[in-house]
């Protein structure tokens, strides 16, 4: 005897599509593992029209080959791989899970404090096994040493998703041991949009790569150095308290901290500013490697 048709399927393909189109594209990959109807309606450019951003931004020209074949292979092919922006500093991809638009602001993209000075920071280019999950940038910003730190990414609200959170975050590493004498106390991170502003304290060798089995330490060391001495005479440790936000560790093997969070309301017209800085500790600090800042969706 044939098998009864699940009565959801005597359901037009157009009225599924609209119900699946509610969801969320991961919701959309199961249905369409349902049965050969909701495949058909899972995979129009109905459903992918409606997980798609309504704006999306102009990319450098030769970034597509040849066109996505369907709405769902562009949303596919921006989830899977960044695209360049025209000034090819700047790179988006959409997020698997919600469709919003994440951003790469590249090293080059950033204001650097004296990051144009070769005595202060020196560009370098990246190896292959560097940029694992995004190929647009093989270069970074090295420090060579400064007193005052500071960078700063800047991206206009208007290209991000509306009623959409999100976060920023400075990716980089920590070369060679002299990061142990750099970054004391902490460093600021802050985020602005329009006229409102958070601040919150990060410690960027909070996590320490090299010989504690990859746990945050509970204490930082501050190194022996005369001149860290002379500034605080008293102090050999500084506690890692709650409030200080510690990096972690990303699979393409780079670190990021989050700087801070937003969420970007429908309407917004405006400049999103993230920026790392230190200022007052008075040290000098080197051996840190800036690859860029993500402004990704925050689940």
């Not at 959409?164 to 004391?184: I, T």
Request: net charge negative; with cysteine; hydrophobic share 40%.
């Amino acid at each position: 005897m044939e098998t009864d048709a699940c009565e959801i399927e005597r359901l037009p393909e157009e009225l599924l599509a609209a119900v699946i189109s509610l969801t969320s594209p991961p919701d959309a990959c199961r249905a369409a593992a349902v049965s050969r109807t909701f495949l058909a309606a899972a995979d129009s450019d109905a459903v992918w029209s409606r997980f798609l951003p309504r704006v999306l931004p102009l990319l450098a020209q030769g970034e597509f080959l040849c066109a996505p074949p369907s709405k769902k292979a562009l949303f596919q092919r921006l989830a899977d791989e960044p695209a360049l922006l025209p000034c090819k500093l700047v790179s988006m991809r959409l997020d698997r899970a919600t469709g919003a638009k994440c951003y790469t602001l590249s090293a080059r993209a950033l204001h650097i404090s004296w990051g144009d000075n070769p005595n202060y920071w020196a560009w370098i280019n990246l190896g292959c096994d560097e940029i694992k999950t995004n190929k647009s940038f093989k270069e970074a910003a090295k420090l060579r040493g400064v007193w005052w730190l500071e960078i700063r990414g800047k991206i206009h609200s208007m290209l991000l998703s509306q009623n959409s959170a999100y976060a920023a975050y400075v990716v980089f590493k920590l070369r060679d041991d002299r990061y142990m004498k750099s970054y004391f106390p902490f460093q600021e991170a802050s985020i602005s949009v329009g006229g409102s502003e958070s601040t919150r304290q990060t410690c960027l060798q909070g996590y320490m790569k090299v010989g504690d089995d990859e746990v945050h330490r509970e204490r930082l060391l501050v190194a022996s150095t005369r001149h860290c001495a002379l500034l605080h005479p008293h102090r050999s440790a500084v506690p890692l308290t709650d409030d200080i936000v510690l990096p972690q560790k990303r699979a393409d093997g780079w670190m990021e901290v989050e700087l801070g969070e937003f969420y970007n309301e429908e309407g917004d017209d405006g400049e999103v500013s993230a920026s790392l800085m230190e200022t007052k500790g008075g040290l000098w600090k080197d051996g840190l490697v800036v690859w860029g800042i993500e402004i990704r969706a925050k689940q």
